[in-house]
T-cell receptor
Framework: AQKITQTQPGMFVQEKEAVTLDCTYD???????LFWYKQPSSGEMIFLIY??????QNATEGRYSLNFQKARKSANLVISASQLGDSAMYFC???????????FGKGNQVVVIP | NAGVTQTPKFRILKIGQSMTLQCAQD?????MYWYRQDPGMGLKLIYY???????DKGEVPNGYNVSRSTTEDFPLRLELAAPSQTSVYFC????????????FGQGTRLTVV
């Protein structure tokens, strides 16, 4: 079974600064995908970024980038130029190719301060 | 685009009551899921479906049942509600083509008292 670990305590980040959220995963399957979702205080789950296990380059989506280190089984999310609207819980998740069932970590709380 | 629609948004149940959480998607996705999120935790998979007529258990299925009679709808049934089922429930759907992101509904906040 897949396991996702997010252990950072809540983080405060200054507006316009970058923040890195740690995520490590464990699976014996070579074919998998890694996802990051944002959950603001309103509660909805918002997809941010995806990285496939066979992708050669790190994924980027606007201000979001994924630092994928396959040998270390880590998939850290980097948010550049933080904005007040980035204050939220951030969840790392993974699924195996072919089933799309997500296993989630416990999340990282980020608070952006002006 | 409606995406994934869940109803109701909030519900309070008494211990032993039953209810059905509704979920519908309009993206023609074959895959649908039910997750629960307990306070301070990530989401855990309750049940999933890979197509109409096909359902299977996830990580935490006890106390729940599902059905999938159409591609669009995937209701979750709670029988004999217990306080341990107090949680936020999310329905999601995804395409069966490749390893793609799941689209989530707005969630249902359920309290069992």
């Amino acid at each position: 079974a897949q396991k996702i670990t997010q252990t950072q305590p809540g983080m405060f980040v200054q507006e316009k600064e970058a923040v890195t959220l740690d995520c490590t995963y464990d699976t014996s399957d070579p074919s998998y995908g890694l996802f990051w979702y944002k959950q603001p205080s309103s509660g909805e789950m918002i997809f941010l970024i995806y990285q496939g296990s066979y992708d050669q380059q790190n994924a980027t989506e606007g201000r979001y980038s994924l630092n994928f280190q396959k040998a270390r089984k880590s998939a850290n999310l980097v948010i550049s130029a933080s904005q007040l609207g980035d204050s939220a819980m951030y969840f790392c998740a993974m699924s195996l190719y072919g089933n799309n069932r997500l296993a989630f970590g416990k999340g990282n709380q980020v608070v952006v301060i002006p | 685009n409606a995406g994934v629609t869940q109803t109701p948004k909030f519900r309070i149940l008494k211990i032993g009551q039953s209810m059905t959480l509704q979920c519908a998607q309009d993206m023609n996705h074959n895959y649908m899921y039910w997750y629960r999120q307990d306070p301070g935790m990530g989401l855990k998979l309750i049940y999933y479906s890979v197509g109409a007529g096909i359902t299977d258990k996830g990580e935490v299925p006890n106390g729940y049942n599902v059905s999938r009679s159409t591609t669009e709808d995937f209701p979750l049934r709670l029988e004999l509600a217990a306080p341990s089922q107090t949680s936020v429930y999310f329905c999601a759907s995804s395409s069966s083509q490749g390893n793609t992101e799941a689209f989530f509904g707005q969630g249902t906040r359920l309290t069992v008292v």
